[in-house]
């Protein structure tokens, strides 16, 4: 079974400020296009695999959804996949991230 490791909207802000994080946003694509944190990466939860990653170079990597439960799932996916990749989830998701007052990119 694996254990999914879970991060708040406050720890995630200061990583990405400090350049130590890539930020996968696995909702589907009219969600991302409609609002999404700056400089997320899209991969929607079906089509999430190892493979289709980015580079971490050496940078955490944190998964984030609407409110947690995709993300989760994906961050379960992942690990099944390989155990050995660190992965964490952002515990509310977007909403958690909007709740803490952080700002997103929205569509005009």
Request: negative net charge.
């Amino acid at each position: 079974m694996s254990i999914v490791k879970t991060i708040d909207a406050h720890t995630l802000k200061a990583w990405l400020d400090n350049d130590e994080a890539i930020l996968i946003d696995v909702r589907e694509p009219a969600e991302y296009a409609a609002e999404h944190i700056k400089d997320s990466i899209l991969i929607p939860s079906g089509t999430i695999t190892k493979q289709n990653l980015p580079a971490l170079e050496s940078k955490k990597l944190v998964i984030h959804c609407q409110l947690g439960k995709r993300g989760s799932t994906a961050c379960v996916k992942l690990n099944v996949e390989d155990p050995t990749i660190d992965v964490y989830n952002l515990d509310g998701g977007i909403i958690a991230w909007i709740n803490a007052g952080y700002k997103t990119e929205k569509t005009r």
